[in-house]
Structure formats: C-alpha cells, structure tokens
C-alpha cells in the first residue's frame, strides 16, 4: 500500500494528510471521520466559558459561496473535557489523531485551557488563534 504518513509536528506522524478542519460541533461527527479513515480531526474551538455565539444566521449561502461568523458557539472547555475522552479512545482505536483548537481572551485563558488539557491526558496542543475574532487577538497583543 503507498505510503501516505506526513509530520504534522515534532513527533507526530499522521497515516495520511487528511485533517478535517475545525467548525464541527461535538464529537459524534468527527468519529465518524476518524472512523473513515482520516489521519486527524480538530475540534470545534472551546474556550473557557461556554459560548452562544452570534445569532442566527450564522451561515449564509451567497452566489459565490458562503461566509459564515458562528462566534465561536462552544460548550466551554468543563463540558467539552466530559466528551474528550470518548474521542481519544475512537481516535487511538484508529491511530488518528485529535487536534484541540482553542481560544482565550488573554494570554491567561490559554494558559488555563493547556492546562486543564494537560491535566486531561492531551499531550500535544496546535494551537490555531481564530483570526475572525479581532477582538480576541487585539486583547492578546495587548497582554504584558
Ligand atoms: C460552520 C463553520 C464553523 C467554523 N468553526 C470554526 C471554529 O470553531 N474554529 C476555527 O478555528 N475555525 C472554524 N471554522 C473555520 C474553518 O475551520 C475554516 O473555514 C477552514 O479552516 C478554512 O479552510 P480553507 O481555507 O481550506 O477553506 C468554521 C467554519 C465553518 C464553515
């Protein structure tokens, strides 16, 4: 069979280049995905508090394709630790990997989400900043 593994980061070989890419909420459709046979899902952004995000409509279709603004809409990080779990074991099952996205307001709150992950068992954190939520890296560049 060919050879399709790929570093996704130090340490961390993929058995393919497939990542689905974050906005899926919950975990039940992302192992469906690992159970098709994608190397790595990242999860939907969580943050500290959970989140309602902006108002529907959140996703609008437009002749040219679709934008969307969900506002980070999450569960927060004390609910999304009681799902993890599950993932992880359906993500090891089928030597895939999952990729937890996170966002904080401050330099502080990402501490404070690493950790709690660390705690957690998650040894290795992407961390992707959003850059949809101006006000979150505007905070963040502010920190000291
Ligand atoms: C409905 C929806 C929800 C999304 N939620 C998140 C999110 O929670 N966190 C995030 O970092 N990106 C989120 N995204 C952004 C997607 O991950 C992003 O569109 C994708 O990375 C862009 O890939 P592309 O440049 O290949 O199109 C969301 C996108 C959509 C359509």
Known sequence: MVDLSVGLAKGVVSKNPLVIASGIPG????????REGVGAVTTKTITVEPRRGHPPPSIVRLPYGYINAVGLRNPGIDVFL?????LVRVAR???SYVIVSIAGKSIKEYVELTLHLEENGVRTLGQGIPSYNNHYITNILRTP
């Open 27 to 34: 975990v039940r459709a992302l192992m469906a995905f690992i």
């Open 82 to 86: 009681e799902e993890l779990p599950g």
């Open 93 to 95: 099952e089928h030597d």
